[in-house]
């Protein structure tokens, strides 16, 4: 079983940066694509960034020139680098990896606070 385990989030003031770290259990070369969600209370959840292996990087036009995706094989992980942060981003924010087979791994979830 993959596992993939969120940490980085917190509080953090209107205007700041964070920044979010997913570990996975196995190694990142196994995922098509890999990247970040979010879901703010009472709201679905929706696509923040993804890192493919084959097509660069995608991401939300609300976070695009605040946030950035990056991807380390080496490290099996895939960090989001948070600037500029409003309130509006207050979410938890989920790691998800899709296997070559389609398969689809989800973190727990990391909970980050923006106060204004």
């Known amino acids: 079983q993959v596992q993939l385990v969120e940490s980085g989030g917190g509080l953090v003031q209107a205007g700041g940066s964070l920044r979010l770290s997913c570990v996975a259990s196995?190694?990142?070369?196994?995922?098509?694509?890999i990247g970040w969600y979010r879901q703010a209370p009472d709201k679905q959840r929706e696509l923040v960034a993804t890192?493919?292996?084959?097509?660069?990087?995608t991401y939300a036009n609300s976070v695009l020139g605040r946030f950035t995706i990056s991807r380390d094989n080496a490290k099996n992980t895939v960090t989001l680098e948070m600037n500029s942060l409003k309130p509006e981003d207050t979410a938890v924010y989920f790691c998800?990896?899709?296997?070559?087979?389609?398969?689809?791994?989800w973190g727990q979830g990391t909970q980050v606070t923006v106060s204004s």
């Open positions: 998800k990896g899709t296997t070559y087979d389609g398969t689809e791994y």
């Open positions: 196995r190694s990142t070369l196994g995922f098509s694509v």
């Open positions: 890192s493919r292996s084959r097509a660069g990087t």
